[in-house]
């Protein structure tokens, strides 16, 4: 069984971004990046099951400026057998992304397909779900737990309130939510074998794929800020703030 | 123009119900001014659908009856929605797990680049959403003919139900197929829903064990009658189920009143609670960063404050 797992690279999930002082978008200039998080656990997942003796080779894609490389190289360093770079041009929109990915698919024959369930950057959680729609594949989001029986993965979903399991056929797409498992420490022995390591460099452009934005950023600006309020000495204190509020029933 | 909206069905107790959140998504489609749409797809459906008929602004109700769907995969919903899809102009749900594993399918399968939780709409195609984890708000404009996104609930008021739509019941395209539902684990509790609950207790890692967060915060909630919520570090430490998470990846929640115990207030976390109107903090460290968000902060050592605000209601 052969695992395609795609990675984003996107800023660091422990800084506060920042807005360019014209509105017109956040600025990451000079900004920590690293893998996001959920993707972690997506090579986590892969790794597994390869260690198992269930998957035979992990690839893992991302899409993306030359850039790109240093979260390859993390995923390399994780354990992954081979490493893409699809390098794309413009900041590329989910829709776009997932034709790009199908492309890669096509041309890999992965059995299984892991995401992460969402980015955090643009918080979108849609790219899996295109993709599988694509591929006309079934898909399991937000997988907490993962299981392969015979020609089937069984994907435990979070969902509201609880949590529920699908047996999808393979080839199938799963995106990982943060509860899939525990993603391993890269060591730095490894990390200095992955810098050698070849990164397969593919041209979005080859696959003739339209890949132009649709959606259009007008601007960009700072939500609403809580106001901190006051700090009260003791719990009756509290209690008597707290029933002065009209509606508050205590 | 039309609109559709999709409806989330409930499975509350082994009886079903049209998720409340589907009187906000019709709040958020009247900005097209257009004929709107509800679509519930279930298995036994007649009376959900004679609920959502009575939802102020719901012109047509379309329901579908099939066994497969008695548990709605993403796939045959998709496929679904896709089969009457040439008749809309916009396709909305409320922002859920439901809704975020169907939606984007069917934007792909629509050739649409589809927008979540949008907490604003500017015009037709013009929508404000929040990305890095709600720190920054963008304006997007869609320039697809068709428009596929999620609204963020809490941002639109409900619908009266004072409707009398007309109910339409249609076939559904054939299952899917190669997936298959096994099973579900619905938390059984007699508290309020989180997405619902006018109270919110939220403990976090400094609870220390699952006997001390039930121990501790049960009888909290209970005296509150409020719903109990948790951090991603209670969660992964086993102190309570995933699904009371409150965060980025857990449930948003604005609640009346929301009590952080022992919570140090992670952007991932605040992400999940910051519309709730009134905020308690208590935390013995003075410079933990959920008092920047709170209305009340309250330094103390969960471990007497609980006990002693409990005893006081
Ligand atoms: C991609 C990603 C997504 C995430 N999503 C979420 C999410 O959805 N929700 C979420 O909550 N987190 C999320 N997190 C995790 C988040 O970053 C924090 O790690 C987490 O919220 C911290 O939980 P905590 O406040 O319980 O623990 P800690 O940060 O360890 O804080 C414990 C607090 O308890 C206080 N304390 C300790 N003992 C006592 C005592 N006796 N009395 C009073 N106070 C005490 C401490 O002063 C401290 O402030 C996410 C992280 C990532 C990377
Ligand atoms: N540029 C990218 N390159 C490779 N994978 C991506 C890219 N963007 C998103 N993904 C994958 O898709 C998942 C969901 O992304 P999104 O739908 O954008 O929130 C991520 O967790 C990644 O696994």
Redesign the interface.
Known sequence: MKILVAVKRVVDYNIKVRIKTDGSDVDIEGVKMGINPFDENAIEEALRLKESGLATEVVVVSIGSSANQDVLRHALAMGADHAILLEAAIAIQPLAAAKLLKAMVQREQPDLIILGKQTIDDDTGQLGQMLAALLDYPQGTFASALQIEGNECLVTREVDGGTETIALSLPAVVTADLRLNNPRFVKLPNLMMARKKIIETIDGSDFSINIESRLNLLKVSEPPARKAGIKVASVEELLSKLRAHEGILL | MTTLILAEI?NDHDSQQLSPSALQAVAAAQFWNSPIHLLIAGNNTASIAQKAASISGVERVIHTNSDHFS?P???DL?NLIVSISHDYEVILATH???S???L??????L???????VLEIKADN?YVR???????????????ALQVLTIHASSFTAQSLEGDAEIVSIASPAA?G??????????QSDRP?L?AARVIVSGGRSLASAENFQQLLSPLADK?GAALGAT?AA??AGFA???IQVG??G?VVAP??YIAVGVSGA??HIYGM?ESR???AINQD?DAPI??????????DLFE?IP??TA??
């Open positions: 409930l548990h995969i993403a796939e998709a859920s797990s439901f975020r594993n169907v984007p399918r069917v934007a792909a399968l050739d649409v680049e589809m927008i979540s939780d013009t929040a990305v890095y984890a709600g720190n920054v708000l963008t304006t997007i404009q869609s320039v697809d899917f190669k997936t298959r539902w096994i099973s579900e684990v619905r938390s829903a997405s509150l991603r969660v992964d189920p995933n699904e980025q990846t449930i009346e009143l952007v991932q910051k009134i905020v308690v003075p008092f920047q968000v709170a209305d009340y902060g309250l330094v103390a404050a002693a605000l006081a209601l």
